[in-house]
Nanobody, 122 residues
């Protein structure tokens, strides 16, 4: 059974940092990503990491502030978020896909976690 379980969300102030984790079980995937959904808005791409090549891709709004990486040893995906802004508030989802290509579309990912809430106060 495939499972993606996120953790690490919380309530922080603008300028603070958070690290999200996503533990994948059941199998390994070719590509992993983080998406987020703010209240009243559509879910949007944040960052992606291909498993084998280690290629990383970021949304423009988080470049230079967020870093995605994975640990092969324990099949865990991370998202380090620095200099958080109120507009980063939302539910953050971990997603996984079989393809090893860098994927940034929501429809590209077949497996999703339950999400973890990140709230950034001004």
């Amino acid at each position: 059974q495939v499972q993606l379980v996120e953790s690490g969300g919380g309530l922080v102030q603008a300028g603070d940092s958070l690290r999200l984790s996503c533990v994948a079980s059941g199998r390994t995937f070719g590509s992993y990503a983080w998406f987020r959904q703010a209240p009243g808005k559509a879910r949007e791409f944040v960052a992606a990491n291909t498993w084998r090549g280690g290629n990383r891709y970021y949304a423009e709004s988080v470049k230079e502030r967020f870093t995605i990486w994975r640990s092969n040893a324990d099949n865990t995906l991370f998202l380090q978020m620095n200099n958080l802004k109120p507009e980063d508030t939302g539910v953050y989802y971990c997603a996984a896909a079989s393809s090893s290509k860098p994927l940034t579309g929501e429809d590209d990912y077949a497996y999703w976690g339950q999400g973890t809430q990140v709230t950034v106060s001004s």
